[in-house]
């Protein structure tokens, strides 16, 4: 894999947001926050009864499109804000572009913006995030 | 609220089982990554419940009630070295800034930035956390 500044990371998607997982989800963060799993919450609060995906799990298909891009350990670090939420039923787009490259500690680091949209284009995810990749992989 | 900065978790330790590493994995729509590595979104709940907290003490802390929301502004994790499975990690941190906002004609906005450091069994950094969340006072 050849890495420069510019280049976009191939997008991954989540097809299909599902009231399900967030069930599974906020079972194991022990996240009693009823928006994930409470209709009559989500009707009263303005979002027509859809339940809302959890934050960190938008974030995890960020982070999918960057470990299926440059490997399983290649996050070093990712700055993350949640400008909207993601909705059950939505299909939702990660997608990126490199910034930056640098050496860190022998290793070279490629600096990424990084989002999430949903298939309207509103973005949910915008996040920073740095990612080593293979020194033979850098050009430029 | 203020009296809140410099408070410690009692600190704890936690250790990711497979089946959640598996049941968060498939959540954010992929299988689980090779050789016990956990899924980098266990960078959550792992540093919040090991710590010895809860997302509903944290909550009860800066005195939520039903009927005030709560938003993420920002997560910012630091990954030294990959996270896994069976692994038993250590974790310490606390609250360590607060900020209130008043507007005009808009709800009060409370926010934490809560830091929590993940070391393994040697004791060395193997992450480091940092979230912030919103708390917005909607009178009820």
């Known amino acids: 894999m050849k890495v420069e500044v510019g280049d976009s990371i191939p997008s991954w998607t989540m097809d299909r947001v599902t009231p399900e997982r967030m069930k599974t989800v906020a079972a194991i963060l022990r996240d009693p926050t009823p928006i994930h799993w409470d209709r009559d919450v989500t009707r009263a609060i303005g979002f027509d009864g859809r339940l809302l995906n959890q934050s960190p799990i938008n974030l995890g298909y960020v982070i999918n499109m960057l470990i299926t891009w440059a490997g399983p350990e290649c996050v070093r670090r990712i700055r993350t804000e949640f400008p909207l939420p993601v909705l059950d039923g939505d299909c939702v787009t990660a997608g990126g572009v490199v910034k930056a490259i640098e050496t860190q500690e022998g290793v070279d680091v490629a600096e990424c913006e990084v989002w999430l949209d949903r298939d309207d284009g509103t973005r949910t995810v915008q996040a920073r995030a740095w990612v080593a990749i293979a020194k033979e992989g850098v050009t430029g | ?140």
């Not at chain 2, 497979?18 to 994995?25: K, M």
């Open chain 2, 1 to 140: 609220m203020q009296r809140l900065v410099g408070h410690r978790f009692s600190g704890g330790q936690y250790k990711i089982e497979h089946w959640e590493n598996f049941l968060l994995s498939e959540a954010t729509g992929i299988e689980p990554l090779p050789d016990s590595l956990a899924h980098p979104v266990h960078l959550f709940h792992v540093p919040i419940n090991g710590v010895g907290t809860s997302i509903a003490e944290l909550f009860a802390l800066a005195e939520v009630d039903r009927a005030s929301p709560v938003s993420i502004d920002y997560y910012d994790w630091s990954i030294h070295t990959p996270i896994r499975e069976g692994e038993t990690y250590s974790l310490s941190g606390g609250i360590t800034a607060y900020e209130r906002k008043e507007k005009a004609g808009s709800p009060t906005v409370d926010s934490f930035i809560y830091e929590i450091d993940v070391a393994g069994k040697d004791g060395e950094l193997a992450a480091q956390v940092a979230f912030r969340w919103h708390y917005w006072r909607v009178e009820s």
